[in-house]
């Protein structure tokens, strides 16, 4: 993982309600990104349903869905490898089930693995610099949805989650 995306990661730590919102907005961000290396119609289907809960702001929903995500990714053929060497729909499905249990810095860190083993796999396992490109991006969608968060902190407004979290 890349210095910035550490740093900025830290804002989403401790995970609390009070950046749940927040958490489940990145953790989506760097699942969709990877959407197309998932193959498992189960975890399709969940992320969809994630997908409508951020849009919604309904963040109480996701609990339900993680035990379900979580049996799906490790039944996944492959799961039972280290790290799902050489497979982009393992890393994939581990990601979205980090995402939707909430937990942005590992689903990140599986989205980062899903991209370079949908390229081949080689850099995942022998050049650290094949994840450059994709930490960078999470670090741009990263700031991005803190500085929406900040905007609206900006105005006094209190956010959806945080009034319902």
């Known amino acids: 993982m890349s210095p910035e995306l550490d740093h900025l990661l830290r804002h989403l730590e401790p995970a609390s309600r009070g950046t749940l919102e927040l958490r489940l907005r990145f953790g989506l961000a760097c699942v969709q990104r990877i959407a197309h290396l998932l193959e498992d119609e189960d975890a399709l289907a969940c ?7 951020v849009e919604q702001g309904a ?8 035990s379900r995500i979580d049996a799906i990714a490790n039944a996944h053929q492959g799961s039972k490898s280290l790290d799902g060497v050489g497979h982009a729909a393992v890393s994939a499905t581990y990601a979205l089930a980090n995402a939707i249990a909430g937990r942005a810095r590992q689903a990140a860190e599986y989205a980062a693995y899903a991209s370079v083993y949908g ?8 050049d650290p610099s094949s994840f450059e490109p994709e930490y960078g991006w999470q670090v741009l ?11 609206t902190d900006e105005r ?5 989650s945080r009034s319902s979290t």
């Open 156 to 160: 006094s407004e209190p956010s959806r």
């Open 119 to 126: 390229q081949g796999g080689y850099g995942a396992t022998s």
């Open 47 to 53: 992320l969809a349903a994630y997908q409508a809960i």
């Open 141 to 151: 969608q990263l700031r991005h949805i803190l500085a929406g968060c900040e905007s």
């Open 59 to 66: 963040y109480e929903q996701v609990q339900a869905m993680a």
